[in-house]
């Protein structure tokens, strides 16, 4: 599929709908899939560089590998989508869902996910250097090994989340609820900022720490 739409029936098109449709391998670069149906569709190893997916919904489509640089995702549900091996370079993911999402080892550049469902999410070795996740939901997501450092978390909901061996150096946690996360050699520096009820060395922190200090240390 080298030209645009060539390959897909026409009439699907028109109605937006390709729901469980295989598309892997194809070239659907610079298409406008703005509020397409996509659930289920196997668009594993597909080009969508420059893609619009604005307000599609593509829960459970299999992305693997798909090459989404500089693609519009304002808006999409890409819950339990998987996300393996995609390639995501300057893509726009302002106020997109991904709930239960897998996304290990993905490479996002200051990634805005600001008031964001990433619950549950597989987010584990991930990079997100320098991103926003103020007031997103990460309730239970696996951000271990995950590279946050320079992050915005502020108000975030980091309820049973996975940070083990993650990196938070300069990140800002400031109202960020971390109830029940696991921090197991978890790194951090004296301008990572944390919740004002939760110290991380424990030298402070009262009765109404959430987290044992005992589990957080310095590399």
Sequence with gaps: MTEEGQGIDPAKLAA???????LQGADLSGLDLCDFNLFGANLARTNLEEA????????RADLRAARLDRADLTGADLTKADLTGAYLSRADLTGVALQG???PEVTLSEPDLRRCDVSGADLHRASLRSGRFDE??????NLSGADLTACSLRGAKLTWVDLTDAVLLDADLTGAS???ANVTGLAYNEATRWPATWEPQGMECGTD?????????HR
Excluded: K, S, Y
């Excluded at 619009?52 to 829960?59: D, K």
């Excluded at 997103?136 to 997501?141: H, I, K, R």
């Excluded at 720490?209 to 240390?217: A, F, K, N, T, W």
């Design 101 to 103: 999402a897998l996304m």
């Design 178 to 180: 971390l109830n029940a």
């Design 136 to 141: 997103a939901n990460l309730f239970g997501a």
């Design 52 to 59: 619009r997916l604005c307000g599609a919904t593509a829960v």
């Design 209 to 217: 720490c959430p987290i044992e200090p005992q589990h957080v240390h």
């Design 16 to 22: 937006r709908n390709l729901q469980g449709e295989d």
